[in-house]
């Protein structure tokens, strides 16, 4: 296994769309373990293939206490999605911002699993939250993107003040 790098908004390559995965095989399950790996190392609760270069519909999630709760879902869809939500997000890509994004409450996915079986999966509160945004992951979105301009500008020049920090 491996930990890879995680890209940092605002790199350009977070902006890809990522293409689906054809076939689930030993080199998609590499990808996932090291995801997976990268992930609880950062620490955090998701994580989307787009953040660390591949551009493969690709996502790992374990919004479990115990971090006993991984979840690999390929080539996911959005089947149904109702309600709204209010949650302050953060982001491995945006590190030290937190904001309010609205989301659906309530969704309802299709994806593969890490053997290529079609799973089907109802989630609400952080879990349909997380599925969401590494989902915007896979489209090249930001979730400092569904922000006003106002707070995009503040955002981007907090994190060129700290990356000036750490230099
Ligand atoms: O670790 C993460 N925490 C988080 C908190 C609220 C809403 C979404 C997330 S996902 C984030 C990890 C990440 O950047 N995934 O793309
Ligand atoms: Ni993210």
Redesign the pocket.
């Known amino acids: 296994m491996a930990i890879l790098n995680i890209l940092h908004y605002p790199d350009e390559r977070l902006h890809k769309v990522a293409r689906p995965v054809e076939k689930v095989d030993d080199g998609i399950r590499r990808l996932i373990d090291d995801m997976a790996e990268t ?1 609880y190392e ?7 293939a787009t ?1 660390v270069d591949v551009h493969l519909r690709v996502i790992v999630i374990d919004v479990s206490e115990d971090k006993t709760g991984l979840m690999a879902l390929i080539n996911p869809r959005i089947l149904q999605a109702d309600g709204h939500t209010v ?8 590190p030290g911002i937190y904001e309010e ?1 609205e989301r659906a409450q309530h969704v309802v996915i299709e994806a593969l699993d890490r053997n290529g079986e079609t799973l089907k999966l109802e989630a609400e509160g ?1 879990l349909a ?2 599925i969401q ?2 989902m915007d ?1 896979l489209e090249g979105k930001v ?1 400092v993107e569904k922000l006003s301009r106002l707070k995009q500008t503040r955002i981007l020049s907090r994190l060129k003040k700290n990356q000036r920090k750490t230099l």
């Open positions: 992930m950062a620490p955090g609760i998701g994580l989307a953040q949650f302050e997000e953060g982001c491995l890509s945006v994004v952080l939250i997380c945004h590494e992951h979730f």
